[in-house]
């Protein structure tokens, strides 16, 4: 049964660079047979997707996030992180790591959220 | 980008009613790469509907979703306490993957 939970800073600071991190277990993120997706949700907002890793050749991003996001994946750690720079208090938010199968990008599996507030 | 517009935003039912959600696309959403989750507060969104009408594993039969095209809905037959949430749709037909405004299904 696969597990997903979230590690991180909840302060970071305008114009400094939000890091987090999801910790998996019950699966590997070096298997091609799941999107590693991170969502995020503003206060009091609803769900907006900030993008998934699939392989190294197959990592897509929200064009609203622009070039400040990265998602990458850590086979040593099994791990997968998020990385958005230049951060402003737009980016206040409960950020959650998911995951979906290949056949239907459905995400079945959450971590329980990680709040990153920017102040 | 597939704008999805969901109502009402807030539905005021009773347990044991009959809950209907709609979700409605700017464009046909491909495949019927629909799906719909349950957040209740605090807690992570749960995955209920797939492939805009296949229930995900664990899902009781009162919650069912159909449609096509354009028009989603998710009727749940008979509402049970715990269904009183937010209920949120989502695309991925087209990028980029995208997320109703959910519906807050309230206590009468």
């Known amino acids: 049964q696969m597990k997903l939970q979230e590690s991180g800073p909840g302060l970071v600071r305008p114009s400094q660079t939000l890091s987090l991190t999801c910790s998996v277990s019950?699966?590997?993120?070096?298997?091609?047979?799941?999107?590693w997706t991170w969502i995020r949700q503003r206060p009091g907002k609803g769900l907006e997707w900030v993008g998934y890793f699939y392989s190294s050749q197959s990592v897509h991003y929200n064009p609203s996030l622009g070039s400040r996001v990265t998602i990458s994946v850590d086979t040593s750690s099994n791990t997968f992180s998020l990385r958005l720079t230049s951060v402003t208090a737009a980016d206040t938010a409960v950020y959650f790591c998911?995951?979906?199968?290949?056949?239907?990008?459905?995400?079945?599996?959450w971590g329980q959220g990680s709040t990153v507030i920017v102040s | 980008e597939t704008v999805l517009t969901q109502s009402p935003g807030t539905l005021s039912l009773s347990p044991g009613d009959r809950a209907a959600l709609s979700c409605r696309a700017t464009q046909a959403v491909k495949k019927n790469y629909l799906v719909w989750y349950q957040q209740r507060p605090g807690q992570p969104p749960r995955l209920l509907i797939y492939?805009?009408?296949k229930r995900a594993t664990g899902i009781p039969d009162r919650f069912s979703g159909s449609g096509s095209g354009t028009e989603f809905s998710l009727i749940i037959s008979s509402l049970e306490p715990e269904d009183f949430a937010v209920y949120y749709c989502q695309q991925h037909g087209d990028s980029p993957i995208t997320f109703g405004q959910g519906t807050r299904l309230e206590i009468k």
């Open positions: 019950g699966a590997s993120v070096s298997n091609y047979f799941h999107y």
């Open positions: 492939g805009a009408s």
């Open positions: 998911a995951s979906a199968g290949l056949d239907y990008y459905a995400l079945d599996v």
